[in-house]
Each structure stands twice: as structure tokens, then as C-alpha cells.
């Protein structure tokens, strides 16, 4: 097999893998999450590699530098540890999520870590002056907790005590879920990687249209853009909608629909605003009552903070501008992740060969969470008809081989900080 059959078959063996036959479904440690561990395992272990997991359920692979001292950090778990070995050497991480969204496709996160797999079997055993880590996230969808990033908001340390108290649907809690898989309690504060790790690449499909579009295989991601979410409720009142006459309504859901069509409307003169009204819920939600209150939810993104915050305050006047009362409710978000320069910069010329887009990536990703702490690059490959987090999402072999060769020219020309 090529290269890239290899990746498309072990993600084909990993897509196997499922909590619910018949479809592609993996939550947070469940038992396909076992299975997958397994599978990855003997995968790295033929290849030479040190395996182990750490204490968030992160399977985390070494594949040692030319140093053969390396080996003796290879199982360091924790910042401080690492910082007591004489023999820490410089380490690039690599991969992606194992997790997956209900009926899901095969290759959302998990082509980031069998790309990495491959790419260290092409290496024919050829060291690199660092260690190369492949790690496989736990958890970053936020299915099983309606929390994500569980496995890279613990590999940096911002996982917090509180967080391992969340509880999924049958009331068990993060922290028992870890025992439950046979790991040792986390200490939150705590890294779990070693300060000696200089880098991160992460490689993922695009998840969306837009490398279709410009009809280009790769593009190196600038920034993961910023996220605020809120919710609007306007207050109506609720009557009869047989006896009260058109003009002695105060419809709330008719207010809202025309907000709706306002939020549709707006981010046309900006093409990198995104805005959406996704959840709407009207009360008392009967077919013969004028609704009384609806509430609906609003999703703004942009690459610039600064953009993003204008657009929800003009966003929430326009809310205000239909004759009945809102009440607005934050829900939380996020600010805009650059990645690293330096190292896009790099990755821009790795791809060079195949004129890569240089692009916001719309969605989230492990390498939000790494960016602030460890310097992170992320390439996108091609998503055919921008389909993705379905059962009919898919990759090219072309793409997969142009993404390998990129990363193999990238590992060739990195230069490791001591």
C-alpha cells in the first residue's frame, strides 16, 4: 500500500471501532476508546515506539531523537519531572482527537494521528534531532460531559478540580470516568507535558468548503477565530389567536423571526463574520397562542476580537429595535488563537510545492487549547463538498499524500529549541 492507503486503512480500522454498531459514534473513554488504544498501540510499538497513557486518557507515543539517551525521558509525565532529567530532549508533539460527535465521520481528529503514524514509518528509521510524541486526545467534542478539550486542556494544565466533578448522563464524573479506565487520579495543576516540548503541528480536514472552492489540497491555518455565544429572549404576550385582531398583537416570535432574518443579513458586507441563530424556542408554544416569549440562541465568529465584540453590540441593538422587550443572556466564548508564525511560516513553505491557503480556521481544535502554551501550527486538508461530523465525510488519497510530504519536508527542515 502507498502512504496514504495506509492512512485511509487505519482510519478505516479506527472508524470500525464504535460505541453504537452502525455508526461512527466514540465518546470519552468508553470501550471503543479501549479498543482504539489497542489498535494505536501495537501500531506505534512496530514502529518502535515507547506507548503509554497518562493520567487524562491521552494514548501518547515517543519516537526517540537520534540521541539514544532520549529514551531514558521518554515516560516523563509532568513538567517538573521533566525538569529534573538530566537526559529531557527537545520533543515535537503531533496529533489530533480519537473522539467523535454521534454518528460521526472517519476522519475528524483521527486523520491527525494516523497521518503522524505514517509519517514516522516513512522515516525508515531515520532519527531527528528531537523527539517526535504522537499524541491521541482523550476527549475534545464535548459529548459525554457537554465540556470539550478534556485531553488538552489537561496536557497543558488548565484542567481544573472543579471541571473533574462535571457529570455525564448517568451521573458519573470525569474523575470517576479515569478511574473507571484504570487511571490514577489527576492533579489539574500539574502539565502533563514536559517542558522540553518546543512545538506542535496538528493535522486536520478542513471541516468546511472553502479548499474546495479555490480547488487546493492544503491550507495552514492563521488562526482559530473567536466564538461569542448568547442567548436573546423577547418578551411578548402571550393571547388567543383567534380573537385577538393583527393589530393588538405583541408577538414575540414574529419579533424574533425578523431579528432572525437581520442576523442572516448582516455579515454580508464582512466575509469573515460569521453569525447564526441555531436553537430557537417559543413559549407557550401552542398552534393556537400568539407566543408570549422566544427565546433563540446567537453563535458570532471572527478572527478579529475586535470585530467580533462590534458585531454582537450592533447585533443585540438591532434585537432591541422591534418594539418588545429582550432580555440578553451571555453564554460564554472565546477569544481568537493565532497560531505560532515561526512555525506557519515554515509549514507555508514545507507546502509551498502545493500553493496552500493561508486561512482562519472556523472551528474549534485541540491546538486552541496548545497555542497559548506551546508553539502550535495546524494544516488543513481539503474537505470534499465541506462535509464533515457526518458518516459521508471524506479525504482524498491525492491530499493525504500531498499533506504527508508536507509534513515530511517540515520534520526535515525544523530546528528544535534546546
Given at each position: 500500500m502507498?502512504?496514504?492507503?495506509?492512512?485511509?486503512?487505519?482510519?478505516?480500522?479506527?472508524?470500525?471501532?464504535?460505541?453504537i454498531p452502525?455508526?461512527?459514534?466514540?465518546?470519552?473513554?468508553?470501550?471503543?476508546t479501549?479498543?482504539?488504544?489497542?489498535?494505536?498501540?501495537a501500531?506505534?510499538?512496530?514502529?518502535?515506539?515507547?506507548v503509554r497513557?497518562?493520567?487524562?486518557?491521552?494514548?501518547?507515543?515517543?519516537?526517540?531523537a537520534?540521541?539514544d539517551?532520549?529514551?531514558r525521558?521518554?515516560?516523563?509525565?509532568?513538567?517538573?519531572?521533566?525538569?529534573?532529567?538530566?537526559?529531557?530532549?527537545?520533543?515535537?508533539?503531533?496529533?489530533s482527537?480519537?473522539?467523535?460527535?454521534?454518528?460521526?465521520?472517519p476522519?475528524?481528529g483521527?486523520?491527525?494521528?494516523?497521518?503522524?503514524?505514517?509519517?514516522?514509518?516513512?522515516?525508515?528509521?531515520?532519527?531527528?534531532p528531537?523527539?517526535i510524541?504522537i499524541?491521541?486526545?482523550?476527549?475534545?467534542?464535548g459529548?459525554?460531559?457537554?465540556?470539550?478539550?478534556?485531553?488538552?486542556?489537561?496536557?497543558?494544565?488548565?484542567?481544573?478540580r472543579?471541571d473533574?466533578?462535571?457529570?455525564?448522563?448517568?451521573?458519573?464524573?470525569?474523575?470517576?470516568?479515569?478511574?473507571?479506565?484504570?487511571?490514577?487520579?489527576?492533579?489539574?495543576?500539574?502539565?502533563?507535558v514536559?517542558?522540553?516540548?518546543?512545538?506542535?503541528?496538528?493535522?486536520?480536514?478542513?471541516?468546511?468548503?472553502?479548499l474546495?472552492?479555490?480547488?487546493?489540497?492544503?491550507?495552514?491555518?492563521?488562526s482559530i477565530?473567536?466564538?461569542?455565544?448568547?442567548?436573546?429572549?423577547?418578551?411578548?404576550?402571550?393571547?388567543?389567536?383567534?380573537?385577538?385582531?393583527?393589530?393588538?398583537?405583541?408577538?414575540?416570535?414574529?419579533?424574533?423571526a425578523?431579528?432572525?432574518?437581520?442576523?442572516q443579513?448582516?455579515p454580508?458586507?464582512?466575509?469573515?463574520?460569521?453569525?447564526?441563530?441555531?436553537?430557537i424556542?417559543?413559549f407557550?408554544?401552542a398552534?393556537?397562542?400568539?407566543?408570549?416569549?422566544?427565546?433563540?440562541?446567537?453563535?458570532?465568529r471572527?478572527?478579529s476580537?475586535?470585530?467580533?465584540?462590534?458585531?454582537?453590540?450592533?447585533?443585540k441593538?438591532?434585537a432591541?429595535?422591534?418594539?418588545?422587550?429582550?432580555?440578553?443572556t451571555?453564554?460564554?466564548?472565546q477569544?481568537?488563537?493565532?497560531?505560532?508564525?515561526?512555525?506557519?511560516?515554515?509549514?507555508?513553505?514545507?507546502?509551498?510545492?502545493y500553493?496552500?491557503?493561508?486561512?482562519?480556521?472556523?472551528?474549534?481544535?485541540?491546538?486552541?487549547?496548545?497555542?497559548?502554551?506551546?508553539?502550535?501550527?495546524?494544516?488543513?486538508?481539503?474537505?470534499?463538498?465541506?462535509?464533515s461530523h457526518?458518516?459521508?465525510?471524506?479525504?482524498?488519497?491525492?491530499?493525504?499524500?500531498?499533506?504527508?510530504?508536507?509534513?515530511?519536508?517540515?520534520?526535515?527542515?525544523?530546528?528544535?529549541t534546546?
Amino acid at each position: 500500500m502507498t502512504p496514504a492507503d495506509q492512512v485511509l486503512s487505519l482510519c478505516a480500522r479506527i472508524a470500525a471501532l464504535t460505541d453504537i454498531p452502525g455508526t461512527i459514534t466514540r465518546t470519552f473513554l468508553s470501550p471503543a476508546t479501549r479498543a482504539v488504544h489497542s489498535l494505536l498501540t501495537a501500531e506505534m510499538q512496530s514502529l518502535g515506539m515507547t506507548v503509554r497513557t497518562d493520567s487524562a486518557g491521552n494514548l501518547r507515543g515517543i519516537y526517540p531523537a537520534q540521541d539514544d539517551l532520549s529514551s531514558r525521558g521518554n515516560n516523563l509525565s509532568s513538567r517538573s519531572e521533566a525538569e529534573g532529567s538530566a537526559f529531557a530532549v527537545p520533543t515535537l508533539l503531533l496529533g489530533s482527537h480519537i473522539d467523535t460527535v454521534p454518528d460521526s465521520g472517519p476522519y475528524d481528529g483521527v486523520l491527525g494521528v494516523a497521518i503522524p503514524i505514517v509519517l514516522i514509518r516513512m522515516l525508515a528509521g531515520k532519527k531527528l534531532p528531537c523527539n517526535i510524541e504522537i499524541i491521541a486526545f482523550s476527549e475534545e467534542e464535548g459529548v459525554r460531559f457537554k465540556f470539550p478539550f478534556i485531553g488538552s486542556r489537561a496536557l497543558v494544565g488548565t484542567l481544573t478540580r472543579a471541571d473533574l466533578t462535571r457529570t455525564d448522563y448517568l451521573g458519573i464524573s470525569i474523575a470517576q470516568a479515569l478511574e473507571d479506565f484504570g487511571l490514577n487520579p489527576l492533579s489539574p495543576s500539574a502539565p502533563l507535558v514536559t517542558s522540553r516540548t518546543f512545538a506542535y503541528l496538528e493535522v486536520h480536514i478542513e471541516q468546511g468548503p472553502v479548499l474546495e472552492s479555490l480547488a487546493l489540497p492544503l491550507g495552514v491555518v492563521t488562526s482559530i477565530i473567536g466564538q461569542s455565544r448568547l442567548s436573546l429572549t423577547f418578551h411578548g404576550e402571550a393571547n388567543h389567536a383567534g380573537t385577538t385582531p393583527m393589530s393588538f398583537r405583541k408577538d414575540a416570535l414574529a419579533a424574533a423571526a425578523r431579528f432572525i432574518a437581520e442576523v442572516q443579513s448582516y455579515p454580508q458586507d464582512d466575509p469573515h463574520l460569521l453569525a447564526t441563530v441555531g436553537s430557537i424556542t417559543a413559549f407557550p408554544n401552542a398552534a393556537n397562542v400568539i407566543p408570549g416569549a422566544v427565546t433563540v440562541s446567537l453563535d458570532v465568529r471572527h478572527p478579529s476580537d475586535a470585530a467580533r465584540l462590534e458585531a454582537v453590540e450592533a447585533l443585540k441593538t438591532l434585537a432591541q429595535s422591534h418594539g418588545l422587550p429582550v432580555t440578553i443572556t451571555d453564554r460564554g466564548g472565546q477569544s481568537s488563537v493565532p497560531m505560532d508564525p515561526a512555525l506557519s511560516a515554515l509549514l507555508t513553505t514545507a507546502a509551498a510545492p502545493y500553493a496552500p491557503h493561508c486561512m482562519a480556521s472556523g472551528a474549534g481544535h485541540d491546538a486552541m487549547i496548545v497555542a497559548p502554551y506551546i508553539p502550535t501550527a495546524m494544516l488543513f486538508l481539503r474537505t470534499p463538498r465541506g462535509l464533515s461530523h457526518h458518516p459521508q465525510e471524506s479525504v482524498s488519497a491525492e491530499d493525504i499524500q500531498t499533506a504527508l510530504a508536507t509534513c515530511l519536508r517540515f520534520l526535515n527542515t525544523l530546528h528544535p529549541t534546546p
